[in-house]
């Protein structure tokens, strides 16, 4: 469900199980579940998550049916993204925004690009020129926009064709490069004002501007 929120879930060297009793805080685990919950405020912020922590000895046999067995162990949706050391969080950040992609629709206008690409400032001027609003994301800068765009592209392109820059959608939709756009603003481009974006309308494809 799209509503659902990403589950991540935590093993810590911690724990008991029979006579055996964890004593040793786990520095590696105590900093992992730090890197965790900052992640979650700003990289992830917006992003509806569920953090679990729990004592890998306690549980031990759990995550080893994943291939998980060195704490700290860090899972998101079931599936083992680290373990046996402090956790990357650019790792978490990836594997949180594929699981949300996959099931969350993308709504609005967006281009995802770089500063330095001629193609992606050809596509912001083609957008301006035709009074459309979008929200513009640096996947130089912006790790989530990084993922974010792999994560909704690669499905439709296959996970072997090289993505390039930009990445447009518009209301939604999804665009593709900058010569898509050009091709899709040859469309009548009509205003929503309920939605406070634009929609397409492919009755006219000799409109090239906002009426």
């Not at 890197?35 to 729990?54: A, F, K, Y």
């Not at 459309?132 to 690669?154: S, T």
């Not at 390039?164 to 518009?170: R, S």
Request: glycine share 8%; hydrophobic share 35%; proline share 7%.
């Amino acid at each position: 469900m799209a509503d659902d929120p990403v589950k991540i879930v935590l093993y810590r060297w911690a724990g008991t199980w029979g006579p055996f009793r964890i004593k040793i805080p786990c520095g590696e685990c105590s900093l992992t579940k730090d890197v965790i919950r900052d992640t979650l405020s700003n990289e992830l912020d917006g992003i509806p998550t569920e953090l679990v922590i729990r004592e890998w000895l306690t549980e031990w046999w759990q995550p080893l049916f994943k291939g998980g067995w060195h704490a700290p162990i860090v899972m998101v949706q079931n599936r083992v993204i680290s373990q046996g050391r402090a956790l990357n969080r650019g790792l978490l950040t990836e594997a949180v925004i594929q699981d949300y992609a996959r099931r969350t629709p993308l709504t609005g206008n967006h281009l995802f690009g770089k500063k330095t690409c001629p193609h992606c400032q050809r596509a912001k001027e083609y957008l301006q020129s035709a009074g459309i609003d979008f929200r513009d994301h640096d996947v130089v800068k912006e790790p989530r926009a990084l993922y974010e765009m792999l994560a909704r592209v690669k499905p439709m392109i296959g996970p072997k064709t090289p993505i390039t820059v930009p990445q447009i959608w518009l209301d939604g939709h999804y665009i593709g490069g900058a010569e898509q756009l050009s091709e899709t603003l040859h469309c009548q481009v009509e205003p929503n004002p309920e939605r406070g974006q634009c929609s397409l309308s492919k009755a006219d494809h000799t409109a090239g501007h906002k009426t």
